[in-house]
């Protein structure tokens, strides 16, 4: 019998393997105070954020996001390697609601070299995987992919062929969207030679292998995030892990690898991370960050139910039966590992494979 | 993986049967979608596409929710609602532009706020928050030239194709803010799962130019 949903299955077996590699649960209070978002705002997702007063009249917010308060309590003179499994709560973007989200996650904070961001990456990659082996298998058979990107690279590469800064934001945006028409035209707007547009706007069509972005590199920063992907893609099984430009994340607190995993069978990305020590040095910490987050909350989503049934076996007993007989009898069937749902004849039945009328010390099958 | 169709949504109307004859020229082609028939969905099997007909401003919403690969959508839609979708390349038909339109004797009075008759709100918002001018916006789902007409608002936002409609009804195009075009977008996980199919489909329609 399956006690377990997918989604507490691939809680269990994600836990494992951060437990595996060395990372510590790390559990919080769902509190935090309010001017603690205001200060590093966009650096969230949302921008609505539940408020209320504490008993001491200071303004508290429910958790939208977990890295925040990692980062904050990030030790300086240590490597800090957590995980976490909390809820987050955020404004939904399609009803004008707010909802509950359970998410889950790694941050590793601290000397963040290039074995420390490959750790990431291998991690999310068997996040990924655990995803769509566990809840999104047909026959067997199912699919993910890990998107890589790299903001030191695009940022050296836009000011290489001389985008402003004012104007990198809407460059990324259209980046984001692979709309390379979006890009060429935000770039000449700019005053970026057509030649060195273009060259932005071919980024939009990258999805592929590692040597799609050697063709891309033109200078000493770009050379350096190539070796680093270049370790990465090396030591990670081959499978299922691509270049694309359209990962982007805001660069005023992401620097380096950036990256999105997505599951044959869910429409959005079930994953997002990268590196960013901007952040913390944003909070006055002179050290690294690389993590990510899992949503949760799409797996039940959209996995498809394939028990169409409220129990195995629905035993029916009429007025005055036989009451230690009766129990025997359904025992007997969970024993054996199906679900009874034991009822008085004449009351609305659950949805059932089989039902069983138990009449005295006899049973007939319906 | 098995290989699975590619769903593609087209806008019910004008602008999605000239899309679909650009699938057809390119050999993406679905006969049974011509007949007059109660059908929903029409599949090619061969050409390993299938298509389905729903409102205009829905199709954004089965691409970002991957009922639909793709999709087919005017640049309006896209810059109104902001879906979450990759807008892979613009197809160069159904060309029009989101206009300002008011009365042929319209004067604007910046002393005041002035009243605007829309269906496509954030676009409106962001054009008049650009110029900094103050504005009261009165949404509508149709008949939108009716608003300046009856006095309700002093200017229209809207889609202007010939202009006829605004003509006959003594309106007159104030200032155009934006080009509209269709655009070919696609779900981003889609994306990541029929690589191939997408790109080669997207090079096979922008050759049609």
């Known amino acids: 019998m399956k006690i377990f949903t997918e989604s507490e299955e691939i809680i269990y077996k994600l836990r494992d393997i951060y437990e595996k590699y060395g990372y510590r649960r790390f559990k919080m209070s769902k509190f935090e105070e309010y001017a603690f978002y205001m200060e590093y705002k966009k650096f969230l997702t949302t921008q609505n954020i539940i408020s209320f007063n504490d008993l001491d009249g200071s303004l508290l917010a429910l958790k939208p996001d977990i890295t925040l308060s990692i980062a904050k309590n990030a030790k300086t003179d240590e490597n800090t390697k957590v995980y976490y499994n909390e809820n987050v709560y955020r404004a939904s973007h399609n009803i004008h609601e707010y909802k509950e989200i359970p998410q889950m996650g790694i941050e590793y904070l601290g000397d963040i070299d290039i074995y420390a961001e490959y750790e990431v990456v291998r991690l999310a990659a068997m996040s990924v995987k655990q995803i769509a082996k566990t809840a999104f298998a047909r026959d067997g058979e199912f699919a993910y992919s890990l998107d890589i990107s790299h903001m030191g690279f695009v940022n050296a590469l836009f000011n290489h062929y001389g985008v402003s800064e004012s104007a990198k934001a809407e460059v990324l945006e259209c980046l984001g969207k692979k709309d390379g028409e979006g890009i060429f035209a935000a770039c000449t707007a700019d005053g970026v030679p057509a030649d060195g547009a273009s060259k932005i706007a071919e980024l939009a069509s990258v999805h592929g292998e590692l040597p799609a972005l050697s063709a891309f590199s033109v200078c000493e920063e770009t050379e350096k995030a190539y070796e680093e992907l270049k370790v990465i893609f090396e030591t990670l099984p081959r499978a299922s892990i691509n270049i694309d430009f359209s990962i982007v994340n805001d660069m005023n607190y992401y620097n380096g690898i950036v990256f999105q995993g997505f599951v044959h069978g869910i429409p959005r990305s079930v994953l997002s991370g990268g590196r960013y020590d901007n952040l913390l040095a944003k909070m006055g910490k002179n050290v690294g960050a690389c993590g990510f987050a899992l949503y949760l909350d799409l797996i039940d989503l959209y996995r498809e139910s394939e028990n169409g049934y409220d129990a195995d076996i629905v035993m029916l007993y009429s007025e005055g039966a036989d009451i230690p007989a009766l129990e025997k009898a359904a025992a007997f069937y969970r024993d054996n590992g199906f679900r009874v749902y034991v009822c008085k004849k004449g009351s609305v039945l659950p949805k059932t494979k089989k039902i069983i009328e138990f009449d005295g010390d006899k049973e007939v099958l319906v | ?209």
């Open chain 2, 1 to 209: 993986m098995k290989k699975e169709m590619l769903k593609v949504a087209l806008p019910k109307g004008r602008l999605g049967e000239k899309a679909y004859k650009m699938f057809a020229d390119a050999g993406y082609d679905c006969p049974s979608i011509l007949e007059n028939n109660r059908k929903l969905i029409f599949e090619n099997e061969e050409a390993g596409v299938s298509f389905f007909w729903v409102k205009p401003s829905d199709v954004a919403i089965y691409v970002e929710h991957g009922a639909a690969d793709l999709g087919i959508v005017g640049k309006d839609i896209l810059l109104e609602y902001s879906p979450d979708v990759f807008d892979l390349c613009d197809l160069g038909m159904g060309k029009c532009r989101v206009a300002v339109a008011g009365k042929k004797d319209f004067h604007d009075n910046p002393e005041r706020s002035l009243k605007v008759a829309t269906k496509f709100v954030n676009i409106t918002k962001n054009y008049y928050s650009s110029i900094g001018r103050n504005i009261e916006i009165f949404k509508l789902n149709g008949s939108i030239e009716l608003a300046p007409i009856l006095g309700m608002t002093d200017v229209i936002v809207d889609i202007v194709e010939t202009g006829t409609t605004l003509r006959e009804n003594n309106l007159d195009v104030i200032t155009e803010i934006l080009p509209i075009s269709a655009h070919l977008i696609a779900n981003k996980a889609s994306y990541r799962f029929k690589t191939e199919d997408i790109d080669t489909l997207k090079h096979e329609l922008s050759k049609k130019d």
